[in-house]
């Protein structure tokens, strides 16, 4: 048996450095290599509690089996088994008999990672859990692991092409079948896929062998502590690209200590006749402005996989089409095929239902067919989604004969299977940010020059509609990718629900079926990186063949995806130059439909950052806010129910080390001025849940603040806003809207209110009063109302004005007058939109300190109250839960959790509102989307000078 010899592989630093030669070298002191030997024990994490004890579990002994999917497609999920002792394969009998000695194998899960595989056989503790990381070995990642199954050739496919396919690894794989080398999968984001009809039993059980190679540079991960800080920000695993080479360790992820090797995506058998089809493209081409019909076309390929001439018919449908087409294929011949609205008119698809972000429409998908019928019937059918719609982009470049022009393209109508804009012939324009050059090759009748000559900001467009983009970064899904679809539709469906519609898949990391798959379903417009982080700090890969092998697999897997709205090859930085130009080019020929654009920042965008947490939240309005920024983030610290799932009872208060392990950085992220914030406003701490409370307060208006400082620019210069980030990795204190169990804190709150389509804002900077609408509809006889009340309810102020508002669009409405001398220390800012009939549009609230007092210690006096509330179960599955403040106190930061009959939280749960206040007298009626209603059999109540609960009747 041939094994991957690597001893001799491994890439040291310095054969690094002779490869990328003297620039290179010139270079190294600005350059990250991360940790060249562990940090001093001193500097270590420390925490009260002992690491949790791991039990090994018996083996299952469970057989495996190929799993029907449908159209001769069979899943291989089961009866996988995990070692990395290599007696284990060498020993009698051999590894490819079907059944052998299962000492020193574990039950491995695939798909999944090595980690996944042990932590779920008890060899190692939850990773997630309090210091419990710290406890498992990082030699994971430095050994080969080995995977065998086995299972029976599905009796009703005789007669047929077998193939073998591996839809992700990491890093690299040798397979066998039944003793049979098939051959090897390089890189974390790339398919094997392998003929295996010759090797294939029709009697008996095939023996499905694997080896993981590990990554040539896994790195040391900094350990963060409150002595340590942050750490590096990964190392030398970036040379290994493409992988998740965060997994080295960043500023919001430990050191995963396999770093996520393994079989991390399923395994597939599947069946067809001689001739196949490859990676189909879907291409929609709207004729904007008008939108009542699209020109549908399909790109594939099909394959003679026979040693004859075949004659094949290529049928491709989709509800309500369907066109055919016959070839004839020379053995072994490769042959293009296209339909067009030319071949049929059927593609000319009337009234389409178009494919649409988050509230700017449905995001409607189509399902299509792709057979493939040879000469003797035999058939392969494929079937996927794709959705009719139209990117275009607005944004400024130079060309041959003038410099700096705003103008408007869409890829779609200006394909030419080459790069059209040339990133490095870029120039700066002003204030750090930079402009391209057209190239020769754009061409230049497609394009509509604006005349807004000075913004030189990124504007995307989908169907004829400029999108305000707003969401977040996701660094990784989860840090053990962990990730079916029951794992992370609660996250995309808490993005729908936060008023977002973009996620940015930073580095590329969180890239697989399912993430594409739900970002179309949810309405998410995807900004797209590759492999590649922070030029000029972070290390470029050592192979950019393996690279561009990775990159050109990825863009023609997932090209049909129609939420996907920018490829960006690198976070922070332009590709380097052995990499940027193909890049580009398989883009524009594998593609086309797309914008490429060469860095997450400074190039038709804001340079990226803060990430830090700022005391006076005027700044993100006067100093922030404008243009389109990829980057910007705070502290997020969870609920106390999120922190007590994964801190111990005696590391959970004061904050520790093991608060800091979870990315409670002391160093450049301003934690102190965050939590000294919380102090001076409202008291010190004296408890987890007393921090809670306070903290609860400074997320929401934090996270509020960064939105609504970009949408007073809005359309002026002010196009697109991601956080840093929305979405954890793993149990974290930074940077998310919500919490790793899915749990909404103040952070998402803050979020989803100035993220609403219709919203009402002061502006903190100048108490201007300002309404945005990017809902669907024109807002018309509408009113304008600020009210100003004392804590006790006592009405001091009414403002009204008039307002019409068209969709898309920002309205300044009037200035609020706050004249401190009038004013109590501490006082409520109401601000609502109500129709002609004095229905409530939308409202936001402001508690504020006049400056002589400057903090809301006044809280601490109320004394504790309980709402008036019924809780009452709809037809429809929502939970209509309604609140009364009949007390003569205010009722603060009030959150509601759904609780089950052992009044556990119920999560995810998904509420209309949280985090506002009750003045006395007032009512509030919110609703609990229907998602398995029936286990929750109470709401929980709280806030900060609250709790209670209320039974739900049906």
Request: glycine residues 6%; aromatic residues 10%.
């Amino acid at each position: 048996m041939k094994l991957f010899a690597i001893t001799n592989k491994r890439v040291a630093v310095l054969i690094v450095l002779l490869l990328f030669g003297k620039s290179y070298l010139f270079a190294q002191k600005q350059l990250n290599f991360g940790l060249t030997k562990k940090q001093p024990v001193e500097t270590l994490p420390k925490g009260k509690a002992p690491f949790q004890t791991a039990v090994e579990k018996p083996r299952s002994g469970k057989a495996g089996e190929a799993t029907a999917l449908g159209n001769a497609n069979y899943r291989l999920a089961s009866g996988w088994e995990l070692t990395d002792d290599l007696t284990n394969l060498l020993g009698s009998p051999s590894v490819f008999t079907e059944v052998i000695n299962s000492k020193g194998w574990y039950d491995a899960v695939v798909p999944g990672t090595v980690l996944t595989s042990l932590v779920a056989a008890g060899k190692f503790p939850d990773p997630y859990f309090g210091l419990n990381n710290m406890a498992i070995t990082d030699s994971l990642c430095r050994k080969e692991w080995w995977y065998r199954t086995t299972f029976e050739t599905p009796k009703n496919e005789n007669g047929k092409l077998a193939w073998l396919c591996f839809n992700g690894i990491n890093y690299k794989a040798r397979v066998w079948l039944n003793g049979h080398l098939l051959g090897d999968i390089k890189g974390a984001f790339t398919r094997g896929k392998f003929q295996v009809t010759d090797h294939l039993k029709t009697n008996g059980r095939n023996v499905l062998l694997v080896q993981i190679l590990p990554p040539h540079n896994p790195g040391i991960p900094d350990e963060q502590s409150a002595l340590s800080g942050m750490g590096k920000n990964g190392g030398v695993h970036t040379l290994d690209g493409p992988t998740f080479f965060a997994t080295e360790g960043w500023d919001w992820i430990p050191g995963i200590r396999d770093r996520n090797m393994g079989i991390w995506q399923d395994v597939q058998l599947s069946f067809t006749g001689s001739v196949t089809s490859s990676d189909p493209q879907v291409i929609t081409d709207l004729p904007l402005p008008n939108t009542t019909s699209a020109n549908v076309t399909l790109r594939t390929t099909v394959i003679n996989n026979s040693a004859t001439t075949q004659e094949a018919t290529i049928h491709f449908s989709f509800e309500g089409v369907a066109v055919s087409k016959k070839v004839k294929l020379a053995p072994g011949q490769t042959l293009p095929v296209v339909f067009t609205p030319a071949d049929a008119a059927q593609l000319n698809v009337k009234n389409p239902r178009l494919w649409w972000p988050n509230g700017y429409g449905l995001p409607n998908l189509y399902n299509a067919t792709i057979k493939v019928t040879d000469a003797k019937g035999l058939e392969e059918i494929k079937q996927f989604r794709f959705g009719i719609r139209e990117y275009a982009y607005e944004l400024m470049a130079d060309t041959e004969e003038k410099q700096a022009v705003r103008f408007a393209y869409s890829p779609t109508d200006s394909r030419t299977d080459k790069p059209i804009i040339d990133y490095t012939k870029r120039r700066a324009f002003k204030d750090k940010i930079f402009i391209p050059t057209l190239r020769k090759e754009f061409p230049s009748e497609k394009m509509q020059v604006l005349s807004d000559n000075d913004n030189p900001f990124l504007v995307i467009k989908v169907n004829g509609v400029a999108v305000y983009c707003k969401g977040g970064n996701w660094g990784i899904d989860d840090a053990m990718k962990k990730v079916s679809r029951e794992n992370l539709e609660p996250a995309f469906r808490l993005h729908r629900e936060a008023n977002f519609n973009m996620i940015r898949n930073w580095t590329g990391e969180s890239t697989e079926p399912v993430f594409f798959d739900l970002a179309d379903e949810y309405g998410m417009l995807v900004w797209n990186d590759f492999w590649l982080s922070t030029e000029g700090f972070n290390l470029n890969p050592s192979d950019d063949q393996l690279f561009l092998d990775n990159s050109l697999d990825m863009i023609k897997r997932y090209r049909n995806h129609p939420s996907i709205a920018i490829w960006c090859p690198r976070n922070e930085g332009y590709a380097p130059a052995g990499i940027e130009n193909d890049l580009a080019t398989q883009v524009a020929k594998e593609d086309g439909t797309r914008h490429y654009i060469g860095n997450s920042r400074e190039i038709n965008l804001r340079q990226s950052g803060p990430w830090h947490f700022f005391v006076n939240n005027k700044d993100y309005f006067s100093k922030q806010g404008d243009g389109f920024t990829t980057e910007i983030g705070t502290f997020s610290v969870p609920e106390a129910s999120t922190i007590r799932k994964f801190i111990a009872p005696e590391d959970q208060w004061p904050i520790n080390d093991v608060w800091h392990y979870h990315d409670l950085h002391t160093n450049n992220q301003n934690l102190e001025g965050y939590l000294h914030t919380a102090d001076s406003l409202y008291g010190v701490s004296n408890s987890l849940d007393d921090f809670n409370r306070k903290i609860q307060l400074i997320n929401y208006d934090s996270h509020r603040s960064i939105f609504e400082a970009w949408n007073n620019k809005l359309w002026n210069n002010s196009s697109g806003v991601l956080l840093w980030m929305s979405h954890p990795a793993w149990p974290s204190m930074i940077w998310q809207t919500y919490s790793w169990d899915f749990q909404t804190h103040g952070s998402f709150y803050g979020s989803k209110k100035g993220c609403e389509p219709l919203h009402i804002q002061l502006n903190l900077h100048n108490n201007q009063v300002i309404a945005v609408n990017t809902s669907l509809n024109n807002v018309k006889d509408a009113m304008a109302v600020m009210q100003v009340y004392t804590m006790d309810g006592k009405l001091l102020q009414n403002k009204t004005a008039p307002l019409a508002i068209q969709t898309n669009a920002k309205a300044d409405v009037f200035t609020a007058t706050l004249d401190e001398a009038s004013l109590p220390a501490n006082y409520l800012v109401r601000l609502s939109i109500t129709d002609k009939k004095g229905n409530v549009l939308a409202a936001n609230e402001y508690w504020k300190a006049n400056t002589a007092t400057g903090h809301f210690k006044a809280f601490n006096q109320l004394p504790v109250v309980t709402l008036s509330s019924k809780a009452t179960r709809l037809a429809n599955g929502q939970i209509k839960i309604e609140l009364e403040n009949k007390t003569k106190h205010p009722a603060v930061g009030i959150k509601l959790d759904a609780l089950d009959n052992a009044a556990q939280i119920v999560l995810p749960a998904y509420f209309s509102d949280g985090y506002f206040t009750l003045l006395p007298g007032e009512k509030k009626t919110i609703l609990l989307a229907p998602v398995d209603t029936k286990a929750i059999k109470e709401i929980k109540v709280a806030g900060y000078n609250l709790t209670g609960t209320v039974s739900i009747k049906n």
